[in-house]
């Protein structure tokens, strides 16, 4: 006969006495497979100040410290363990990585409204560390945070940390907005980025003051990393895909089908014929 020895609501205390014994038997005595850590603490030094914190942390959430603690110390005094052997993280700026510590230790209890600059503290360091589910997570934290940045500032931060999908419709903000570039955000886009985008302005208001082809009924599709986009009219087709053709370096349009790939750069492009 199997002996219950969970307690219930009607156990005396007498009761749990009685089974304090069985219950902690050398025989009944094991880890628990999910909450027995085998951790330990690691220093850190960025920018001048030192960090102390857990193992465990960095493990789970970044490939970057899952490799890094894997590699044999092959010293008493191995590398993290004091001050005098902390862990060096260069290019690290230390806003970075206190946004990155309060994420792991306090993010889940956090009830207030992170800054737009947290989020994108987030998105550096995760993306330095290989950390693919915070990375995401900030992503979608800027996607949908309740003042939308500045397309300029938004092409920086995509090319910078690589957010592809970020940037097809930054570009094509930036083309349509009634001023152009000014000295300040020519200087953030660069001298390349910037020249593309006055070009594109330029055939966007030859595009509209143009009339659309004859006979040019079906729209195509523009195919980029962020999926197929089918525009309702072939005037704003025309916009999008002069935008995206102009930045592509101006390739010349012609009746064959235009397949575009730059490093770097907009995503891939292919556009259907632009003339009937």
Known sequence: MTTNICPTTSSTASDLLDLSDLLWTEELQSHHHKYYFDDELSVFLVEGRFFKVHRYFLIRESEFFRTLFQLPSGEKDAEGR?????????????????????FLYEGMHKHQVSTLSYWINILSISTRFVCDKMRDRAIEEIDNYHTPINPVEKIVIATKFDV???LAPSYEAVCQRD??????EAQ???????VLLAQARERIRQEIEASPPTGFIEPPQVRHECGNVDFPSNREYLLRASVVAA???LKPRTGKQLELSVAHSPPVVSLSPLVG
């Open 247 to 249: 930045l592509m370096f």
């Open 188 to 194: 953030k886009l660069g001298l390349a980025t910037t």
């Open 164 to 166: 592809s999908k970020w």
């Open 179 to 184: 001023h152009p570039l000014n000295i300040a």
């Open 82 to 102: 004091t001050d005098e052997t902390a862990i060096p993280l260069h290019d690290v700026k230390r806003c970075e990585f206190e946004s990155f510590l309060d």
